[in-house]
């Protein structure tokens, strides 16, 4: 499985932007997507995962109810839209394949098969 993301950029804080994750290659259906993000100094977070089906999602508390992971069933493209971004949303964001588990597990990401590129996300006060 090959992970491409892309959608990083400059915004404001209260702007939006959309992150996106293209999945090519055969995926278990026991897999999940998983968006992580590392701020320079920061441990890294488990953002947001959405299962291959689509049908289960996981949110942080930290961006419940400004970001909503979705896919595309279609083209196998996930996508993180970003709302009322704030300038402690700013890092690296990776989208991962991973074993749908617990949050706790996915968190450690020690079964995170593939990883895709960082996209930098950097929102300005």
């Known amino acids: 499985v090959q992970l491409q993301a892309s959608g990083g950029g400059l915004v404001q804080s209260g702007g939006s932007l959309r992150l996106s994750c293209e999945a090519s290659?055969?995926?278990?259906?026991?897999?999940?997507i998983t968006w992580f993000r590392r701020a320079p100094g920061k441990e890294r977070e488990l953002v947001a995962a959405?299962?291959?089906?689509?049908?289960?999602?996981y949110y942080a508390d930290s961006v419940k109810g400004r970001f909503t992971i979705s896919k595309d069933n279609a083209d196998n493209t996930i996508y993180l839209q970003m709302n009322a971004l704030q300038p402690e949303d700013s890092a690296v964001y990776h989208c991962?394949?991973?074993?749908?588990?617990?949050?706790?597990?996915?968190?450690?990401?020690?079964?995170?098969?593939?990883w895709g590129q960082g996209t930098l996300v950097t929102v300005s006060s």
């Open positions: 959405i299962s291959w089906s689509g049908g289960r999602t």
């Open positions: 991962a394949a991973q074993p749908w588990a617990t949050a706790q597990a996915m968190e450690r990401a020690s079964g995170v098969r593939y």
């Open positions: 290659g055969r995926t278990s259906r026991g897999y999940a």
